[in-house]
């Protein structure tokens, strides 16, 4: 089993950084793939980004790609979303899941974040 945390949500101007923080707990973080989703209101979810247990090996979704970046630190059990050039378009409730596979379906990741809110005013 393991717990995930989301924190580092907030409101922020158009074009400016936040940088999401999900923290993990109840088994070996290292040995988990990592990912990033969102989920706009009246929007299906959508994934963001993922990285491999190592850090090694990261891919961004292209509506990001440039903008966002995955980053884990395996010593503190925490992976990271930093947020740059944000846009309003980007306001959204963000997740962050654990997995085995290296994917960008959510239905490949067990283990779910309770979200945090990002709302980037114009």
């Known amino acids: 089993q393991v717990q995930l945390v989301e924190s580092g949500g907030g409101l922020v101007q158009a074009g400016g950084s936040l940088r999401l923080s999900c923290a993990a707990s109840g088994r070996t973080f290292s040995s988990d793939v990592m990912g990033w989703f969102r989920r706009a209101p009246g929007k299906e979810r959508e994934f963001l980004a993922r990285?491999?247990?190592?850090?090694?090996?990261?891919y961004n979704a292209d509506s990001v790609k440039g903008r966002f970046t995955i980053s884990r630190d395996n010593a503190k059990n925490t992976v990271y979303l930093q947020m740059n050039s944000l846009k309003p378009e980007d306001t959204a409730v963000y997740y962050c899941a654990a997995g085995s596979a290296y994917s960008d379906a959510a239905v490949r990741y067990d283990y779910w974040g309770q979200g945090t809110q990002v709302t980037v005013s114009s």
């Open positions: 990285i491999n247990y190592s850090g090694r090996i990261t």
